[in-house]
């Protein structure tokens, strides 16, 4: 079974620019969240979507928005972009509903170069 | 590809010893942990996890253990193989009141295994 997938690999930006990932979750997963993890530091919490409505949001700028479809797939949004923002984003999907302490899987994270 | 973490503290351990990482967490509130293995361009691997119920897990040659009184986790590999050089994370559940839940992740340890 295919697991978490994240697309692009690798995105090169210039400040100022919007850029928009993607995540397609685990076959059978309805929550997904992102994550953003820094060079040499653990993943921090952005979002978690449930059955297409947002759950959670962590302490992040109103630059970054997601949202998710019908099939359960998500994107990641972020304007105007910072230096900052380099970073690897990571998307982790999960089974059971929020709020139920459950597993999160991830995908291989998409790769954000801001310059 | 690229390095996870450049400033992170590092185990290093001989091939076939044990290896034991230690973890604290924050929030005397979390319900579930989980250890995850994270290697160079990679996304965050599960290894096991375990539930505030519970003292002690075991997996195939991990364990992990949990000491609430002084909100502890630590993760025990059996064995290191060369293969398990990475870097290791745990993290740790915190419920949402709109139903969500997000994973807060400690800073990491690097393990190095010497053959």
């Known amino acids: 079974d295919a697991g978490v997938t994240q697309s692009p690999t690798h995105l090169i930006k210039t400040r100022g620019q919007q850029v928009t990932l993607r995540c397609s979750p685990i076959s059978g997963h309805k929550s997904v969240s992102w994550y953003q993890q820094v060079l040499g530091q653990g993943p921090q919490f952005i979002f978690q979507y449930y059955e297409k409505e947002e759950r959670g949001r962590g302490n992040f700028p109103d630059r970054f928005s997601a949202r998710q479809f019908p099939n359960y797939s998500s994107e990641l949004n972020v304007n105007a972009l910072l230096l900052g923002d380099s970073a690897l984003y990571l998307c982790?999907?999960?089974?059971?509903?929020?709020?139920?302490?459950?597993?999160?899987?991830f995908g291989p994270g998409t790769r954000l170069t801001v310059l | 590809g690229e390095s996870v973490g450049l400033h992170l503290p590092t185990l290093s351990v001989q091939e076939g010893d044990n290896s034991i990482i230690n973890c604290a967490y924050s929030?005397?509130?979390?319900?579930?942990f989980i250890w995850y293995k994270q290697e160079s361009g990679k996304g965050p691997q599960f290894i096991i996890d375990i539930r505030s119920n519970m003292d002690k897990r075991q997996g195939q040659r991990v364990t992990v253990l949990l000491n609430k009184t002084v909100k502890h986790l630590s993760l025990q590999i059996a064995a290191t193989q060369p293969g398990d050089s990475a870097v290791y994370f745990c993290a740790e559940n915190v419920s949402f009141k709109a139903a969500g839940n997000k994973l807060t992740f400690g800073g990491g340890t690097r393990v190095l295994v010497k053959p």
């Open positions: 929030n005397s509130a979390s319900d579930y």
């Open positions: 982790a999907s999960s089974h059971s509903v929020p709020g139920v302490p459950d597993t999160q899987y």
